[in-house]
């Protein structure tokens, strides 16, 4: 996946002058139109709830708009929102998992998958995800944060720029990540009443 | 030497070269422990892509166009947003700034002595409405003149809003009568903005900007406009709220219905101090064509208007609908069906913004001895005339 839409938004910032960190509007436009629907997605994994997950990604450029400085000189801006969009996501799911569990019937609409009640499978598909997303809010945010960008389909140098690490030390992060999520997995759904 | 964790993993995805391949497949030949752990690193990867595929949406790829729609009210909503009706005469100028860019940009030729000299002064005494095109607004450039425009204000006095008790220490601090409307029985919430005031340079370099900025190159602005000044003083003015209306503070929550929310503004009509030889009527037609009207609209319209005296409130041609209608003893402008608004609230757990589509709204704008009011709403809109007679 390239940031194609990049060289645009920089044409637009220098159309402005160049010396205010302010957006022009078709750059702003272009940015948000290439990022927005793929953010969604990543977060949509995370929270499992569309309407959320819309939500944290508007709310990441958001934040994007109003950086008093470009981050990373707008070299980096894919690499900038994946980190805040799925952090966001991540604190949302931790949030929701303190909730859950101060009082269980607040984890509804977290538990909500994008498909239609149905058929016996898609109740368990619907169990699986939801003892795989108490698993990520068990984990540190950071290890959450990959496994999600990673699953999400990035590449080790998008997961790097993302998370503002090398791209050699992706693999290690990721593998030191899968341990612990497969640790907090089994002991989820070693004792399935803990959380739900 | 054995190979990292890191190392085995990439592996898994095909992200190493491959000179690093050969190199890891060669050692792995040769080192039982390694396997071992390859093996074990890539089963975990495995069964651990298998259960986070599980999060993978089903649902189709969000509309990002849909989206952008509803965030871009929220862009530029640091500062409270005041409710429409009620004229921005403050170095923010406008929600909708274009045509007010045509009543700042009173300037005097560059080179003429008198260019520093603020001789001519006006006195509005009517307002007008000036179809927009949306997709100016849409587009959001008249967020980015506004920005232009405060980047090239100079604020001699700042404004500040003070919370009253009543209609009387509102006259006292505003220095102005104050008229309230005699059909409302509840106790209004008022605030008196004290006076301000803020002086405008143009240039040749802003004004090629705010072109550039509107994407209307084609357009050439007069040339008498380059280096000129304008001085403005808004005074003192009172704002009076009335029942449940959206809170101003974005940090606070909102909650409708605003049926019954009405608010009562009154501004003595502020000075705007330029030079007297200054084509108004080429300034407001420059201005027209930057909203959106063709050169022989803006020409048509300029020329129908006294613009020395008039105040020009843009109103989006699909949006509203707008007629002259007869208050107070002159005319005023009452625009109905302003749907589009959006009030940005902070609410619940982690305090993140949600957008909540206003009612349509209505307001009624007129200047009377030398007074601009507004009576504006969220209910009837028939209300409004009622409510402007029965101001006291």
């Known amino acids: 996946m390239e940031y194609a839409g990049e060289a645009t938004m920089r044409l637009g910032m220098s159309a402005l002058g160049g010396e ?65 969009a799925s952090r966001l996501g991540i604190d949302a799911l931790r949030a929701g998992n303190r909730r859950r569990q101060r009082d269980p019937e607040a984890g509804e609409r977290l538990a909500e998958s ?83 | 030497m054995c190979i990292s964790d890191g190392i085995l993993r990439a592996k898994v995805d095909g992200e190493l070269s491959e000179t690093e391949l050969r190199q890891v497949e060669a050692h792995l030949e040769s080192c039982a422990d390694c396997r071992r752990r390859s093996a074990e690193i890539a089963g975990r990867a495995a069964r651990t892509g298998v259960l986070l595929s599980e999060l993978a949406p089903v649902s189709e790829p969000a509309d990002a166009r849909v989206a952008l729609a509803h965030l871009k009210p929220r862009l530029n909503a640091d500062r409270a947003p005041r409710p429409f009706w009620i004229p921005r005469l403050t170095p923010a100028w406008g929600a909708i700034a274009a045509v007010a860019v045509a009543a700042v940009l009173l300037i005097s030729p560059p080179g003429r002595a008198v260019a520093q000299k603020l001789l001519g002064m006006l006195r509005i005494k009517t307002v007008v409405a000036v179809p927009m095109e949306r997709e100016f607004i849409a587009e959001g450039k008249a967020e980015m003149i506004q920005q232009l425009l405060a980047d090239a204000v100079v604020k001699t006095k700042e404004s500040r809003r003070l919370t009253v008790a009543d209609r009387d220490e509102a006259a006292k601090l505003a220095s102005m009568t104050v008229r309230l409307p005699e059909l409302r029985t509840d106790t209004p919430q008022i605030t008196v903005n004290t006076e301000s005031a803020f002086q405008f340079a143009a240039s040749q370099q802003r004004l090629d900007t705010l072109l550039s900025v509107a994407g209307r190159t084609d357009l050439q602005f007069p040339a008498d406009l380059n280096g000129a000044q304008v001085a403005v003083d808004v005074p003192a003015n009172v704002v009076a709220r009335y029942g449940n209306c959206p809170v101003e503070d974005l940090r606070l929550p909102t909650h409708g219905p605003y049926d019954d929310c009405v608010v009562v503004s009154q501004v003595p009509v502020p000075t705007v101090v330029t030079t007297p030889q200054l084509d108004l009527s080429g300034v407001a037609e420059f201005g027209l064509q930057l909203a959106g009207m063709t050169a022989e609209q803006a020409h048509l319209f300029s020329q129908t208007v006294d613009w020395t005296s008039t105040l020009a409130i843009p109103v989006p041609r699909n949006a509203a609908t707008f007629e002259t209608v007869a208050v107070d003893g002159v005319q005023g402008l009452m625009i109905t069906g302003l749907a589009d608004r959006q009030v940005v609230a902070r609410v619940g757990e982690g305090s993140r913004n949600r957008v909540t589509k206003l009612p349509p709204a209505y307001g009624l704008v007129w200047v009377h001895n030398g007074v601009m009011y507004s009576v504006g709403g969220y209910g009837n809109p028939a209300l409004a005339q009622p409510l402007a007679a029965s101001l006291r």
């Open chain 1, 20 to 84: 205010r960190a302010g957006w022009s509007a078709a750059a702003f436009e272009a940015v948000f139109l290439e990022h927005y629907a793929r953010l969604v997605a990543v977060v949509q994994r995370v929270l499992g709830d569309r309407a959320q997950a819309e939500e944290i990604a508007s709310d990441a450029f958001l934040k994007l708009y109003r950086q008093p400085s470009a981050p990373d000189g707008y070299q980096n801006l894919g690499g900038w929102l994946y980190r805040t």
């Open chain 1, 114 to 196: 994008g498909a239609a009640a149905g058929p016996l499978e898609d109740v368990l598909r619907r169990e699986r995800a939801k003892n795989v997303r108490a698993a990520l809010a068990t984990l540190k945010p950071a290890q959450a944060q990959i496994l999600t960008l990673r699953a999400s389909g990035l590449s080790y140098r998008e997961v790097a720029e993302a998370m503002g690490v090398k791209s050699t030390s992706v693999g290690q992060s990721l593998a030191r990540a899968e341990a612990a999520f497969e640790k907090a997995y089994r002991r989820i759904g070693g004792e399935p009443n803990v959380h739900f």
